[in-house]
């Protein structure tokens, strides 16, 4: 840090019965009132100096033996007035980036300049400013911050934007060492080590990002504004830029969550605690929103768990429709690298009971099956309403992700990884017993049937999903089940299904007509099938006298959903007692397998009336596509 003298005389300035005022033999004549604070000073220091106390005193009507002069709205209060008016004495006083703000505004004020007389506070002050403040890297960070307690004054006399420039200058200017996770202590950055500009080379930093934690400490609109400056310089590379607002949201944005609960329980308490909650609220969400607009429009400029983060930010903090949009769309570039855990988006909203933001996921979801297509030529309905962003143009923002939707095709791996996170998630919201039937089959549904390469994950999600909504009626149980394909099912799948009793009755016909086809075509036992299986399945090209590989998973569930057959009888041996208190229950006004068709295998004897399918009901069960492979 560097700093400025100026003067020679020691302070001789005291308080006697509230009034400050300077030992001298020469009695006042002149008293000055600085928002609250009196002054009992002499003219001919201070008027030599400041053009303003000359003319206050000129238009003044009072005796000119003590003359009074009103300084109400003075920049930087006493302390700012005192440091000038030691300099009009003489007195010592000592400048740095801490307190150079307000003493540039106060000379401002008091018209110190060169007009009045040469060297004057104004010129040197000016004099320090360009050659030791904005030659070093943390003088010019102190100054900028600094900058806030007098925004105005600071715009106007440009010590603002010179000091956004000048820390713009000199990321782009220091070359890339080594990544920004090599974390160093601030106390080996770089620093100025005279006022020519000579910087000390001994406490080099190594990181490419050594710029970011010391940005970290200005305030979100100067933050906000250094920023673009150094984004538009053209030669940070956008992972930098990324890491430096992920730094940024750790320092500014922590335990939101737990914010927004405390606010929440206080509400019912004071008025004005409720305000300073709100006010807290506030101030959160304008820097959210800001972070947003930085974000870089590149692919994997930030993690998507980071983006995830903001997101969830932005849903407790109730941040802006157009925040929330570009989130989303963002997490849906890169959706392949987000977990379960970081879609759990708790809601917030006081309208619905629903413990999480299905919404939200289907909005990221529908973005992430949007990429590598052309844009339309109107905009998708979504379910938040756009807003302008004071940061770009909605234009500009929408050809960034247009672009970089159309450039990052999702891959064929992409989709299934997210055809098992999506399985995996609603397994999770399953078990919320507000979670609307509908909601839960449209994002089932919005996963593409060759994404999903088995069902053991979906037919989890369903079973769960019945366990915890156990009032929903037949249509609605068909309804649900209508999305599961039971030709992916696995074995252990297909025995659990079996014997699932919160299952359609239809399904569980289709898993055992099914499972005795496999069964037998794997164990090469064709002359066991029923006659009409076994001709639909020559019919679609399988030869019953081939097997096909059984389809299996491995996911990991909570322990009261794991499927477990054990203690199950053989299917070849089992009479399904649950299954003929179905078939008593159903409705009797469809088609049934004809009883000497049942009785031809084990695994359907006891069964009373199955209900039978139409030929093209079966089709759907065996796909023209089926690999065989020879028996064993």
């Not at 392949?336 to 629903?354: G, H, P």
């Amino acid at each position: 840090m560097k700093f400025m003298k100026l003067g020679s005389r020691p302070d001789t300035f005291y308080t006697a019965e509230s009034i400050r005022t300077i030992s001298s033999e020469v009695s006042s004549d002149l008293i000055i009132q600085v928002k609250g604070t009196r002054y009992l000073l002499h003219k001919f220091p201070l008027l030599s100096k400041c053009l303003r106390l000359q003319r206050l005193c000129s238009e003044s009507s009072d005796s000119p033996q003590q003359q009074i002069v009103q300084l109400p709205e003075f920049p930087g209060g006493v302390e700012a007035f005192e440091l000038c008016a030691k300099f009009c004495y003489g007195i010592t006083i000592t400048l740095s980036a801490y307190n150079i703000v307000t003493a540039r505004c106060a000379a401002e004020y008091l018209q110190m300049t060169e007009d009045v007389e040469k060297g004057n506070l104004i010129y040197k002050l000016d004099v320090f400013f360009n050659s030791c403040i904005l030659n070093g890297w943390k003088d010019s960070i102190v100054t900028l911050q600094s900058t806030k307690a007098l925004p105005l004054w600071s715009e106007d006399l440009a010590i603002t934007s010179r000091c956004i420039e000048t820390i713009a200058s000199k990321v782009l200017s220091h070359p890339s060492k080594v990544s920004l996770s090599h974390s160093h202590s601030r106390r080996v950055r770089d620093d100025v080590s005279s006022c020519n500009g000579t910087e000390s080379l001994r406490h080099k930093s190594a990181s490419k990002g050594w710029w970011a934690e010391d940005l970290a400490d200005l305030s979100i609109d100067l933050y906000w504004r250094t920023m673009i400056a150094i984004k538009s310089g053209g030669k940070t590379p956008s992972n930098l830029i990324g890491d430096a607002l992920k730094i940024y949201a750790s320092r500014w944005l922590p335990n939101i969550r737990k914010n927004v609960l405390v606010k929440r329980e206080t509400e019912s308490d004071s008025d004005s605690d409720s305000d300073s909650a709100s006010e807290v609220s506030s101030k959160h969400r304008l820097l959210l929103e800001s972070i947003v607009s930085l974000l870089p429009a590149e692919k994997g400029a930030v993690s998507c768990s980071f983006l995830l983060k903001l997101l969830k930010a932005a849903n407790i903090l109730k941040a802006s429709a157009s925040s929330k949009v570009e989130l989303a769309t963002r997490v849906g570039l890169q959706l392949e690298e987000a977990s379960v855990n970081d879609l759990l988006i708790r809601s917030v909203s006081k309208t619905n009971n629903m413990l999480y933001e299905v919404d939200l996921v289907m909005t990221i979801l529908e973005q992430f099956l949007l990429q590598g297509q052309s844009p339309p030529t109107s905009p998708p309905r979504s379910r938040f309403t756009i807003e302008r962003r004071r940061s770009r143009s909605a234009e500009n923002i929408k050809f960034e992700f247009q672009e970089s939707r159309r450039s990052s095709s999702a891959s064929h791996g992409s989709k299934l990884k997210v055809a098992k996170l999506v399985d995996s998630y609603l397994q999770e919201v399953a078990r919320d017993v507000n979670l609307p039937l509908s909601k839960f089959i449209a994002l089932a549904e919005t996963i593409p049937d060759f994404a999903r390469q088995d069902h053991d994950d979906l037919y989890r999600a369903i079973d769960i999903y019945l366990k915890a909504h156990p009032e929903l009626n037949k249509n609605e149980r068909k309804r649900l089940c209508r999305i599961l394909d039971c030709k992916k099912l696995s074995v252990e799948a297909c025995m659990h299904a079996a014997q699932n009793e919160l299952l359609p009755l239809r399904v569980v016909v289709q898993v055992l007509f099914f499972e005795q086809a496999r069964a037998a075509a794997a164990g090469g036992k064709v002359t066991d099938m029923p006659s009409n299986i076994k001709a639909l399945l020559t019919a679609h090209g399988i030869d019953p006298s081939k097997h096909t590989a059984p389809l299996s998973t491995t996911t990991s569930i909570h322990a009261d959903d794991n499927w477990s057959v054990s203690g199950f009888k053989s299917p070849k041996s089992t009479r399904n007692p649950t299954l003929r208190m179905k078939l008593a229950e159903d409705d009797l006004d469809e088609n049934v397998v004809p009883r000497d068709e049942i009785g031809r295998t084990s695994r359907f004897k006891g069964l009373l009336a199955l209900p039978t399918q139409p030929k093209r009901m079966f089709s759907k069960l065996w796909a023209a596509n089926r690999t065989a492979t020879e028996k064993n």
